[in-house]
């Protein structure tokens, strides 16, 4: 029976010389691995390359039930983030949160931008800043530029944000050899939120809305959930953005609007397990959709992971509730 219930775990190879956000994936792979055991599987640990070919050996010699997927990047980028659930569906290996196509649409926030447009559902303007260059500058300002592909809020601070063309034309005059994938965004100067949403046996599950608040932030210094806020511990921005859980009745409607939006997100982009979406609130009171991230961070201080508590989920519960979602994974098998 030991041997039906072997599941292994994928993550990113880090070494002692990967980033904060990089080397985040051991924590959860820690957490994800005593929480598993605690349900009865024997689970064993795959740190994934480029050697795609020595993962896939791996995979064959273990011969998991299912792969509990936690990779998020190769070689610092998360460009190829899709690579590995091609390679589980490709070894016909059931895997937990979403598939390789929503991995894929998801993680460029281009494509992301482009699925919500198409579905009348509320996003940000965009552009690419070469456009705008172009146009001389026909776009609404403030803008942040972002990059297309990383997550973790890599490539993100408050330099990103640029208040009018001639600032942002100059910056791009000067760095123009990046070799980065970036795009412009309207910047909404508002409240942020993060919704998390959990699969169940009765459906997705929103839970409890968290609100990013900003506390001292100088007058001009832009309010964003940059690298700094999520990595640098010693930072004023870390060390001033918080995240709060809170009710409140004159929010009810407005909370009401962001838990319909993400579960559209959830049943536009076909999404399983669990899911945040990213929202800023304009002055008027209209939600707009940054991003949505699937398969979102589950360290154990992750924001993901403090929505299930104020929801009164447990981590093993959420492992469990994750696993439960698994296309294609022989329930009898499960437990």
């Known amino acids: 029976m030991e041997g039906s219930k072997k599941v292994a775990i994928l993550h990113n190879e880090v070494s002692a010389e990967s980033s904060a956000d990089e080397l985040d994936?051991?924590?959860q792979v820690n957490a994800v691995s005593a929480s598993l055991k605690e349900l009865g599987y024997v689970p064993e640990t795959i740190p994934?390359?480029?050697n795609l070919q020595k993962t896939s050996d791996k995979l064959k010699s273990i011969n998991p039930l299912f792969a509990f997927n936690l990779f998020e990047s190769f070689e610092s980028t998360g460009k190829f983030i899709y690579f590995v659930p091609a390679l589980l569906d490709h070894l016909k290996i059931p895997y937990t949160g979403s598939g390789t196509d929503e991995i894929f649409i998801t993680t460029n926030k281009i494509i992301t931008k482009e699925y919500l447009e198409k579905a009348g559902l509320p996003t940000p303007k965009w552009s690419s800043v070469e456009k705008i260059i172009a146009s001389n500058g026909d776009f609404p300002f403030p803008c942040i530029i972002k990059p297309v592909w990383e997550d973790a809020s890599v490539g993100l601070d408050s330099e990103s944000v640029f208040?009018?063309?001639t600032s942002l034309k100059k910056h791009f005059r000067q760095n123009?050899?990046?070799?980065r994938e970036l795009f412009a965004e309207e910047f909404i100067d508002g409240r942020e939120f993060n919704i998390s949403v959990l699969a169940s046996p009765n459906g997705p599950q929103v839970l409890p809305q968290a609100?990013?608040?900003f506390i001292d932030f100088p007058d001009g210094k832009p309010k964003i959930v940059g690298y700094r806020a999520k990595w640098d511990e010693n930072s004023f921005e870390c060390k001033n953005t918080v995240r709060i859980f809170r009710k409140s009745d004159e929010d009810e409607d407005l909370f009401a609007r962001?838990?319909?939006?993400s579960l559209k997100c959830w049943k536009l982009f076909n999404l399983c397990g669990y899911v945040r979406v990213d929202f800023r609130v304009r002055k008027n009171g209209q939600p707009e959709i940054l991003e949505i991230n699937a398969n979102p961070c589950i360290s154990p201080d992750s924001g993901f992971v403090?929505?299930?508590k104020t929801a009164g989920i447990n981590y093993t519960e959420m492992i469990k509730r994750i696993v439960e979602d698994i296309s294609g994974l022989n329930k009898?098998?499960?437990y």
């Not at 123009?176 to 070799?179: F, L």
């Not at 962001?258 to 939006?261: G, S, V």
């Open 48 to 50: 994934v390359s480029l």
């Open 332 to 334: 009898e098998l499960r």
């Open 306 to 308: 403090a929505a299930c």
């Open 25 to 27: 994936v051991l924590d």
């Open 258 to 261: 962001l838990f319909e939006l």
């Open 163 to 165: 208040k009018d063309f």
């Open 176 to 179: 123009t050899a990046s070799g």
């Open 211 to 213: 609100e990013i608040e």
